[in-house]
């Protein structure tokens, strides 16, 4: 019998190395950590012990914007190296002449240079990051963790997740490196291996009747997994990178710190801003109150990442189009990206609008989730910065940061509408200041960046990209609103 090549033999292979897909697939293990996990935390735990396991995942987060900008820097940076830069050219990439850059192979030297300062620099801010934490996790939880109804075993909880933030930390430099390096359906097949065992193992654990000390310890393990594992798939797929003994490399430095200190300084004010509304809420607000509106905050927040995977997954090839001064594919190819990415947020937003109500009293939660009008608004909002950060990251592969305007006004607007706007509406304010501070100036600054840097029009860019999901999306959250009034 002959067996023909058809589309259909070979969509296994299409899957198993799509960047899109296998990005997908781990933020789908992700997201069956709040559709698995998370029910059983619901039902188990009482409402201070759920706001004080949805605290420490906040702070693992703001943790983790220590990074303040290396991952997309660096990712950015090795890619540049791939289309042929050496570290001299990577400071204006588009400069150069496309021919001599499309048509060389990898620059070595470049990247490994870029390697061994990503690594010198990732042990550093690792240490830096844990002291931080502590110091400042310890003060924030201070209230929360007396709530509880087991002091003890929720600071030893904290206690493990301390010791393994900076291992977690180190390990995102090489997730960052793999992606830099076009290995991110590699990377993201182990996500998703060792993703599922995370959600499994904290499962089991809560079917078990542990405590939260359990739980975190289950679900940190996979924390360190996760790190060891990223440097061990550098090692096996780039020995020769790295070989290089980790050190500062002055011409990298230079190169970098422009765009690192505006990434940072944009992260901290933008995801910095929005996870801590979560900590200072969680100080004067009742357990119960603050159990849902951090569960509202991380559901939405792993909405948003998983929707990113259509785009974000592409950032790389978008880098070295623009290496290559390739302007018509890298276009096509960052809208194809952003409708999808639009469309997925909108699937995920609306699922949870209509369905989460229900599932929460069908499992028997001991904590509610917030009004309809609140989760209404906080989706809106979620689009726009979503809408926002696609623009500011197809601007940034031209090596010209702006996170720092970008993030920054838009942190300080909606510190002030917040300040603003809860003595009179109170939890509303927390949404309602961030739509109003995306929509009003982050979406607006950032089209402006890209569409001048690319050339394109709103009418002739965004209409088919964006214009349907904001029109489905604000019908569907609005009508579950009024709905269940």
């Known amino acids: 019998m002959i067996l023909y090549d058809t589309p259909m033999r070979r969509l296994p292979g299409l899957v198993w190395h799509s960047p899109t897909l296998t990005t997908w697939g781990s933020l789908a293990v992700r997201l069956a950590s709040v559709v698995l996990v998370l029910p059983l935390v619901l039902s188990r735990y009482d409402a201070p012990e759920v706001a004080v396991w949805q605290l420490f995942s906040v702070l693992f987060t703001l943790a983790l914007l220590f990074d303040f900008g290396l991952a997309p820097t660096f990712a950015r940076l090795l890619a ?31 990247a490994m240079a870029v390697l061994a300062t990503q690594r010198w620099l990732y042990a550093r801010l690792a240490v830096a990051a ?164 951090l569960l509202a905050l991380r559901i939405i927040t792993v909405v948003g990442q998983f929707s990113q995977a259509p785009f974000y997954s592409k950032l790389p090839q978008l880098a070295k189009l623009h290496v290559a001064q390739q302007r018509p594919a890298q276009l096509a190819l960052a809208q194809r990206g952003m409708r999808m990415a639009h469309w997925t947020f909108v699937a995920g937003a609306a699922a949870v609008a209509l369905a989460l109500p229900s599932v929460l009293a069908a499992i028997g939660s001991r904590v509610a989730f917030v009004a309809p009008d609140v989760w209404a608004v906080m989706c809106l909002a979620f689009f726009a910065e979503r809408f926002g950060a696609m623009h500011l990251q197809l601007y940034s592969v031209t090596n010209h940061i702006v996170w720092h305007i970008a993030n920054g006004v838009t942190g300080v607007v909606m510190i002030g509408l917040a300040l603003l706007l809860y003595p009179l509406v109170g939890l509303m304010a927390l949404p309602a200041n961030m739509l109003l501070a995306y929509a009003g100036f982050y979406c607006v600054y950032s089209f402006v960046k890209s569409s001048r840097a690319f050339g394109f029009t709103l009418a002739g860019f965004e209409p088919g990209v964006s214009l349907g999901p904001v029109l489905v999306l604000a019908g569907v959250v609005t009508g579950a609103a009024l709905w269940a009034r």
């Open 130 to 293: 844990t002291l931080v934490v502590a110091v400042l996790g310890s003060l924030a939880l201070a209230h929360p963790i007396a709530q509880t109804t087991d002091p003890r075993n929720a600071w030893a909880a904290w206690g493990v997740v301390l010791l393994t933030l900076g291992i977690g930390f180190w390990g995102n430099g090489f997730g960052a490196a793999l992606q830099g390096m076009d290995r991110i359906a590699l990377l993201r097949r182990w996500e998703m291996g060792c993703g599922l065992a995370q959600v499994l193992s904290s499962a089991a654990v809560l079917l078990a009747g542990g405590d939260l000390l359990a739980l975190v310890a289950s679900y940190q393990f996979w924390v360190v997994f996760n790190a060891l594992r990223n440097r061990r798939l550098m090692q096996r797929e780039f020995p020769a990178l790295m070989a290089t003994a980790p050190h500062a490399d002055r011409a990298v430095l230079r190169v970098m710190w422009p765009a690192t200190w505006r990434s940072g300084v944009g992260v901290l004010m933008s995801q910095g801003v929005v996870q801590t509304s979560g900590v200072v809420y969680s100080q004067f607000a009742a357990p119960a109150d603050v159990a849902a509106y």
């Open 80 to 110: 540049y190296a791939r289309g042929g830069a050496s570290v001299a050219q990577m400071a204006a990439p588009a400069a150069q002449a496309p021919a001599a850059l499309a048509s060389a192979t990898m620059s070595t030297e470049g």
